[in-house]
């Protein structure tokens, strides 16, 4: 079993929704969650939008390789109604967003996927809800 950290934003629709049905997906898809933050509300970041976004972190374990991890994720994504990922940096509004940070202490960079993920630690709304996680 290994064990995941994983960042959950959502500016779109009834956003407390988005988040719980994402991380009862996950509970179901990926493995036990055995953290979660609370839900904060954050400022878009890296675009504009009229629609603050509610994020949060939570911690698994689970048996998937971390491209299985990743391609689980973007499944759950596209169930929960996201039509299309970032390109290029160029972000938008989306219904859900799940990024893996942390998977044990591996380190991984090929073109589909790497971690930790590279933009973690500019980001206050990844950063809070992971501390109060790690420190269970």
């Known amino acids: 079993m290994h064990t995941v950290y994983l960042s959950l934003g959502t500016n779109l629709g009834?956003?407390?929704?988005?988040?719980?049905?994402?991380?009862?997906?996950?509970?179901r898809r990926v493995g036990s969650v055995e953290a979660q933050s609370a839900f904060i509300e954050t400022e878009p970041w890296g675009f504009e939008s009229n629609n603050t976004?509610?994020?949060a972190a939570i911690k698994c374990r689970t048996k998937l390789s971390p491209i299985d991890l990743l391609h689980e994720t973007q499944q759950i994504e596209r169930d929960l109604g996201r039509n299309a990922k970032s390109k290029n940096?160029?972000?938008h509004d989306?219904?859900?967003?799940?990024?893996?940070?942390?998977?044990?202490?591996?380190?991984?960079s090929t073109p589909e996927l790497t971690i930790p993920h590279p933009l973690m630690n500019e980001r206050d709304f990844v950063l809070i809800p992971l501390k109060q996680i790690m420190q269970i």
């Open 89 to 91: 940096r160029l972000y």
């Open 94 to 108: 989306r219904i859900i967003d799940i990024d893996i940070l942390l998977y044990d202490d591996f380190s991984i």
């Open 53 to 55: 976004f509610l994020n």
């Open 14 to 27: 009834d956003k407390e929704h988005n988040l719980t049905s994402a991380i009862s997906e996950i509970s």
